[in-house]
C-alpha cells in the first residue's frame, strides 16, 4: 500500500564523511510507512529513482527521515537538495522488521546499515539494546538519536578511534534479547545470524545494502534463500525482502 507525494525537506544536515540526514513533509507515507521498510526518490536527470531506507517515521508530525551516504551520482544528486525543496517520493515499499516494542530487542548495525533499524529501536526505547560498529569516529551516526531514545547504545570502531575496538560482535556477548533485528555488511550478518542460532534467538536481517534500482530491473539484489522445506532458490531483496527472517538467507 504505496503512494507517490511531494514531500517538502525540513530539514538537512550532513552528520559524518559523505554522509546525509533529510526530514520530509509526508503525511500520507509516513501514516502507512514501517520501520525497515524503504522509499524510491526521484532522483532530477535520472530515470530510475533511487533506493533509500526509511531511517525513522513520525505519524504525528507526518514526516519522514532518511539518512544516506553517498555512494554515486544518483545519491550525490539526492544530497544537493536544499530545506523547502519538494522531494518526488515512492514510499513505502518492501517488508520492515517484525517487533514487539515491549520486548528486549537487541539492534546490530555496521556502517550505513545503521539507518534502517533506528526507527524500530526509537520505538522500542529503553527496551532496546543497540550495538553499532564504523569505520572509525569520523563515520559514526546517529549516536545522540540513539541516546535521546533512552536506548543501550554501545559502538565499536574498526580502528578504534572510537568506542570499543573491534567487532560489534564483540558488544553482544552479554546479552540475552528476546529478538535480534541486523543490518550492515555481510560478514557482520553472518556472524549474527550465528550467534542468533548458537543461543536459539529469532533474527530478522535486512539486506538493504545489496539494492541498486530496488524495483526488480538491474537484477543486481539476487539472493540465495531457503523455502520452508529447506530448498534454496533465488530470490530479490528489493522485491522479496529488504528484511528477511535470518534462517532463510543462505550465507
Ligand atoms: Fe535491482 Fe532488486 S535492486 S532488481
Known amino acids: 500500500k504505496y503512494d507517490v507525494q511531494l514531500c517538502e525537506v525540513l530539514r538537512r544536515a550532513q552528520t559524518a564523511e559523505n554522509t546525509f540526514d533529510y526530514t520530509v513533509l509526508a503525511p500520507k507515507l509516513a501514516e502507512v510507512a514501517q520501520p525497515g521498510q524503504f522509499a524510491h526518490i526521484y532522483v532530477p536527470g535520472k530515470t530510475l529513482r533511487r533506493p ?6 513520525d505519524k504525528k508530525n507526518g514526516t519522514l527521515r532518511f539518512v544516506f551516504q553517498i555512494r554515486g551520482a544518483g545519491t ?5 537538495f536544499e530545506v523547502g525543496d519538494k522531494m518526488d517520493i515512492l514510499a513505502p515499499l518492501g517488508h520492515g522488521f517484525t517487533f514487539d516494542p515491549n520486548a528486549h530487542n537487541l539492534f546490530i548495525g ?3 546499515g545503521v539507518p534502517p533499524l533506528f526507527g524500530a529501536a526509537r520505538q522500542c526505547g529503553k527496551n532496546a539494546t543497540v550495538a553499532v560498529g564504523f569505520r572509525n569516529k569520523d563515520f559514526v551516526i546517529l549516536e545522540d538519536d540513539f541516546h535521546a531514545a533512552g536506548c543501550d547504545l554501545r559502538i565499536a570502531t574498526d580502528d578504534g578511534s572510537y568506542g570499543h575496538h573491534g567487532l560489534v560482535i564483540d558488544l553482544i556477548q552479554d546479552v540475552h534479547p528476546d529478538k535480534i533485528f541486523a543490518c550492515g555488511p555481510k560478514v557482520m550478518l553472518r556472524a549474527v545470524t550465528e550467534f542468533a542460532k548458537a543461543h536459539n534467538i529469532p533474527c530478522e536481517i535486512s539486506l538493504e545494502e545489496r539494492m541498486a534500482c530496488g524495483i526488480g530491473a538491474c537484477l543486481g539484489c539476487a539472493v540465495e534463500l531457503y523455502d520452508e522445506n529447506g530448498e534454496t532458490y533465488m530470490g530479490h531483496v528489493c522485491k522479496d525482502g529488504p528484511v528477511f527472517p535470518a ?5
Open 52 to 57: 533509500i531506507s526509511i531511517c525513522d517515521i
Open 76 to 80: 550525490e544528486q539526492l544530497s544537493k
Open 110 to 112: 555496521g556502517g550505513i
Open 247 to 251: 534462517e532463510r538467507v543462505v550465507f
